[in-house]
């Protein structure tokens, strides 16, 4: 598998990872459903934190770079689970956060 795909699926799922650990809260707190998904919540940011630890580069760069990939990933949640069609901007925007995601991750250095 290409470095880059792995790369990005392993921000992918750190994202969704994180998402549903503070949407479960949300139903509970604003939509007024069950305490008890504050337990999958919990696992699911133990599940996120442990996602983003297994990133090979130095921690700042993992967590500016994973900034877009969050940000691609809202906007998907906002369509596939809020149902809410994103907007030509909100497209452009989470485009432009993963080339800085693909430029901060794949830029080639030096030593």
């Known amino acids: 598998m290409f470095p880059e795909l792995k790369t990005v699926g392993l921000f992918l799922a750190t994202a969704i990872a994180e998402i549903l650990g503070c949407y479960l809260p949300y139903?509970?707190?604003r939509e007024g459903k069950s305490i008890?998904?504050?337990a999958p919540a919990m696992v699911s940011l133990s599940l996120f934190v442990w996602l983003l630890s297994l990133h090979p580069t130095a921690t700042g760069r993992?967590?500016?770079a994973y900034g877009g990939v969050y940000i691609?990933?809202?906007i998907v949640w906002l369509w596939a689970i809020d149902g809410i069609r994103p907007s030509t901007?909100?497209?452009l925007g989470s485009a432009v956060a993963m080339a800085g995601m693909a430029i901060i991750m794949f830029a080639p250095r030096g030593t």
């Open 27 to 29: 139903l509970w707190l």
């Open 36 to 38: 008890w998904l504050l």
């Open 62 to 64: 993992t967590y500016a």
């Open 72 to 74: 691609f990933a809202a």
């Open 89 to 91: 901007w909100d497209l």
